[in-house]
């Protein structure tokens, strides 16, 4: 309710949309539901161009390199979502949001919704994502081991307001606010018998 957005040292908060073209280049999302965020009616190739429209740029060639580097076959551009598992739509989402060459992905709860052996195939792939593009991550969570999993730096917010800050193995492993300690205390885990 109260405060300022800064992004890159400009001020984002209040500005009109025409003024926010330089935020949608530099930072893009994925979304929870890769589903809700792809348009059934369009052929995958043009979802991921969709960025694109208006660039001087080989919007195809572009598709083709975005789609193997999210793990894709070819022919995956000539389908529809639906023809797709959610990890897949994942994937699609992800090369969608990296087609503009942001700086900045921000990712909110993007395996909360899969199957868990398909959470690490996504997390693995953000992560060599980030590396390869050289891109910041913004991984949003409630899920303290996924967040360590990808980040190196977790922040915690507890009723919009920044309880703990530091490095992931520090936050997960010593926690020093009663919200974090119950964050890492949600985290299930495989006992003995």
């Not at 300022?4 to 949309?17: C, H, K, L, N, S």
């Not at 398909?118 to 996924?146: G, K, M, P, W």
């Not at 920044?162 to 992931?168: A, M, N």
């Amino acid at each position: 309710t109260s405060g300022t957005i800064t992004f890159a040292g400009r001020d984002v908060g209040g500005q009109p949309e025409r003024r926010l073209r330089f935020l949608r280049d530099q930072l893009q999302v994925v979304f929870q539901d890769p589903m809700g965020s792809l348009d059934p009616r369009m052929r995958v190739r043009d979802i991921v161009a969709e960025p694109l429209a208006g660039r001087p740029v080989d919007a195809p060639a572009r598709v083709r390199e975005l789609l193997e580097a999210v793990g894709l076959p070819p022919d995956a551009g000539d389908r529809y979502p639906h023809q797709f598992s959610g990890g897949q739509r994942q994937r699609i989402a992800i090369a969608r949001a990296l087609a503009p060459r942001p700086s900045v992905l921000v990712a909110d709860e993007p395996v909360s919704a899969l199957d868990v052996s398909v959470r690490a195939q996504i997390l693995n792939l953000l992560a060599d994502l980030v590396e390869r593009f050289r891109l910041t991550l913004v991984f949003v969570s409630h899920d303290l081991s996924v967040v360590r999993h990808v980040c190196d730096t977790i922040a915690v917010l507890h009723r919009g307001e920044l309880v703990e800050l530091g490095p992931s193995a520090q936050v997960a492993e010593a926690p020093e606010h009663p919200y974090t300690r119950r964050l890492v205390a949600a985290v299930p885990t495989i006992r003995g018998a």
